[in-house]
């Protein structure tokens, strides 16, 4: 009989893995950029939360953006410094604890500002979200500058002067784009809020920035930079990228546990779910890398839909194509899955949780945690 193939023997199924040397790659690209560039670059924890990597991502970064107070505390827990926080509205019960625990506290609207603007701590530097109402991201699910967007204050609703007070700007309408969006983005920015760029002490161009993609072209960033900056001298720029920070810098893995079959369509169920582990994949929706298989099923003899372990229908993937048939005990490898998967799993159906690892700077394994039955039951009553 065949032996099932294994990628990993050390590593337990199913598995979150980051790699260090992709982490350590995105990172000095990013702090090329900050260099070259005189920018403030952040990790936005609401993609990329892997706070075991915190001190070592602090000596490339300036920091990390926040949104909410578990990820304002985790920054300051786990890097040693304050946050930049933006929340769509800031809760009573909170907001002195967060404002304590942030640098930079931006407002969704003015009404927010007008709240709180008493509570401010000395040293915590306020300002505004403002919505360009510009976008090239085709996805509504995940665009800010949508018509009717509850995100940011549009130029109609802005008071005529930055009220006393606020210091910084941010604008966050991109999403896995590159310098050319931002270019029109940054456009479109000047034209409506002139005006307030030049009352503002910092700007903060969000997220969305691939910087760390292949065929991103860092040298166009660095020059639309720092042209932005002969016109803004006075601002300091700030941009807070999730996706950067761990882009293609890890894997989920994972493990064959049945092949059933329904009218010549076959499925290898996964001991993960898509729901679950990796929402992105059903909600954008999108088809993850697998390695060894192809995206297109027509390129190779053997096809088979990957299957999640829940019981809702739509757990799955179309199919892929493969060189061999699977079999149960099969290693799969689904690439890329270190942003907005950890941070967006769920307990969903009660299945387990990936354990958290990853393959230090030598490529050797270590386990850093499993997710216990405890973590299901106590988010329960
Ligand atoms: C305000 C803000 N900043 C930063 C980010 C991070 O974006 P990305 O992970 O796409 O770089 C987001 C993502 O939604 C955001 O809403």
Redesign the pocket.
């Known amino acids: 009989m065949k032996m099932s193939r294994k990628y990993f023997t050390e590593i337990p199924s199913p598995c979150f893995v980051h790699e260090e040397n992709k982490l350590l790659n995105n990172l000095k690209i990013l702090d090329y950029v900050r260099k070259k560039a005189q920018v403030q670059i952040l990790v936005?924890l609401?993609?990329y939360a892997f706070w075991y990597y915190f001190p070592l991502i602090k000596k490339y970064l300036d920091g990390a953006?926040a949104?909410s107070l578990f990820e304002a505390k985790l920054i300051n827990e786990e890097m040693g410094v304050k946050a930049h926080t933006?929340c769509p509205a800031y809760l009573d019960e909170e907001f002195d604890e967060i404002a304590k625990l942030s640098k930079h506290l931006t407002f969704n609207s003015i009404a927010q500002w007008e709240k709180y603007n008493k509570r401010i701590p000395t040293g915590t530097s306020c300002g505004l979200r403002i919505n360009p109402e510009y976008s090239e991201i085709e996805v509504a699910l995940y665009d800010?500058a949508i018509r009717g967007s509850r995100l940011g204050i549009v130029r109609a609703m802005m008071p005529e002067n930055l009220p006393l007070g606020i210091e910084g700007l941010?604008f966050?309408v991109?999403?896995?784009q590159d310098s050319y969006v931002l270019e029109n983005v940054l456009e479109q920015v000047q034209t409506k809020f002139h005006h307030y760029l030049l009352q503002a002490k910092w700007l903060n161009m969000?997220?969305?920035?691939w910087i760390t993609d292949d065929n991103y072209n860092v040298e166009h960033l660095i020059a639309l930079l720092n042209n932005f900056h002969i016109r803004y001298p006075h601002l300091i720029i700030i941009l807070?990228?999730?996706?950067?920070i761990g882009l293609d810098s890890g894997f989920l893995l994972t493990t064959v546990q049945d092949i059933v079959e329904n009218n010549g369509i076959k499925t290898a169920i996964l001991d993960v779910s898509f729901s679950a582990h990796m929402p992105d994949t059903l909600e954008m929706p999108y088809k993850p890398i697998v390695r060894d298989a192809s995206i297109d099923p027509a390129n190779k003899p053997y096809s088979y839909r990957l299957g999640g372990i829940t019981c809702l229908a739509g757990d799955f993937m179309d199919e892929y194509g493969f060189d061999e048939p699977l079999k149960c005990g099969d290693q799969l490898i689904i690439d890329d899955m270190i942003?907005y998967t950890m941070v967006k799993t769920t307990l969903f159906n009660g299945v387990k949780h990936p354990h958290i690892g990853i393959l230090d700077i030598d490529n050797k394994f270590k386990l850093l945690r499993s997710i216990p039955y405890e973590h299901y039951k106590y988010r329960l009553s």
Do not use: T
């Open positions: 936005a609401k993609g953006s949104s933006y800010p941010l966050h991109m999403c896995e969000g997220g969305g920035h807070e990228p999730g996706e950067a942003n």
